[in-house]
């Protein structure tokens, strides 16, 4: 076992100081990636409290790279132990929830600097996850061990060979897709309307989020993430600072919300390595009894056309591999598969 798994600090809360260490971390393996090891929901539960174990790998020496200390350094110091590298790697987990049959797994991110890879700082981290969460490493697990799903974002060689190392299994696929808006790749957006007694308006902050809430709940019923949205979920994400109501559609029948469009346009750095503003399909969802009219396909368009005249060149979106109907819509759309994040899962005892 690497010497490494010595200097990872477990905290229930983290400081400012090593929030923010954390933050530069990911920022700086992104470069190297390019697509963040933290998702929204993740880097969302970083800079909230709540529930969760942290796990801190700091160097048990000097730092592998010159650049780690840019990277990584604004941690040095930061809580008992600190190195003068500081952190070198991360990992989250959130505790499983519920007991019995209806239980659900916990969960977790891990991410290491650039500088400090393939020296058993990765391993480390998963290990004492894994401990954290009951379960060992490996292909054993102690009585009444908890399952554990941790996502690997992009084609990582490494990610796959480790998960295989320490008892993870593929469970999950998740679809990253784009598509051109302009120039001569961008395929001509459909004139689509949406069905006979539907009408797409944009949502009404104030007035519109409980029927949202309950439309997609109907919507994502089966989905592990999307349909368990509180109106704490919503409300975060209607704060933040790239929310715009203009782009968030919502069709409505007989005074019932029955389907949404929630676009998103992403300032800075993207997936991939390129640079912002970048358009994505952020939400898109029709509840049962408005499916198989067109009105996904409607949705669709209008907010493509909104994210297209607002001038962006590009938009992405994300969907379950699995989830064939979604898939053929945005392929039909002009919508191509650019890369896959893969979620591997520990069963703990069961």
């Known amino acids: 076992m690497s010497s490494a798994r010595d200097s990872v600090r477990v905290t229930d809360e983290l400081s400012s100081e090593e929030r923010t260490a954390v933050e530069r971390l990911v920022a700086a393996a992104a470069t190297i990636d390019g697509v963040r090891a933290l998702d929204e929901q993740a880097t969302l539960r970083l800079r909230s409290p709540g529930p969760a174990r942290h796990l801190l790998a700091e160097p048990a020496g000097p730092p592998v790279g010159a650049g780690a200390g840019a990277g990584a350094g604004a941690g040095a110091g930061a809580g008992a132990g600190a190195g003068a590298g500081g952190i070198v790697g991360y990992a989250r987990l959130d505790p499983a929830s519920g007991s019995g049959s209806g239980a659900e797994d916990g969960s977790g991110d891990v991410v290491v600097h650039p500088d400090h890879r393939g020296h058993g700082v990765g391993r480390a981290l998963v290990d004492r996850l894994l401990l954290e969460a009951g379960a060992t490493a490996g292909t054993g697990a102690h009585p009444g061990a908890d399952p554990v799903r941790v996502w690997a974002h992009g084609p990582h060689p490494a990610a796959a060979r480790l998960a295989a190392a320490t008892g993870f299994v593929p469970v999950r696929e998740l679809w990253w897709m784009r598509r051109s808006l302009t120039g001569p790749d961008a395929t001509p957006l459909p004139d689509v309307a949406a069905p006979e007694g539907t009408s797409i308006r944009t949502f009404q902050p104030g007035?519109?989020?409980?029927?949202?809430?309950?439309?997609?709940?109907?919507?994502?019923?089966s989905h592990p993430e999307q349909g368990r949205w509180t109106r704490a979920d919503l409300d975060q994400r209607l704060a933040a600072r790239w929310f715009d109501p203009a782009g968030f559609f919502v069709a409505d029948r007989a005074g019932e919300l029955v389907g949404f469009h929630w676009t998103k346009v992403h300032e800075g750095e993207v997936r991939g390595g390129g640079r912002g503003p970048v358009g994505e399909i952020y939400v898109l969802g029709v509840v049962p009894s408005a499916q198989g009219g067109g009105l996904a396909k409607a949705l669709a368009v209008a907010g493509l056309r909104y994210l297209r005249d607002r001038g962006l060149?590009?938009?992405?979106?994300?969907?379950?591999?699995?989830?064939?109907?979604a898939v053929r819509l945005y392929e039909k759309l002009g919508f191509a598969h650019a890369a896959s994040d893969v979620m591997y899962r520990h069963p703990g005892t069961t």
């Open 207 to 221: 007035r519109d989020e409980d029927a949202w809430l309950s439309a997609n709940a109907a919507a994502f019923a």
């Open 313 to 325: 060149d590009a938009v992405m979106l994300y969907v379950e591999a699995d989830n064939g109907a």
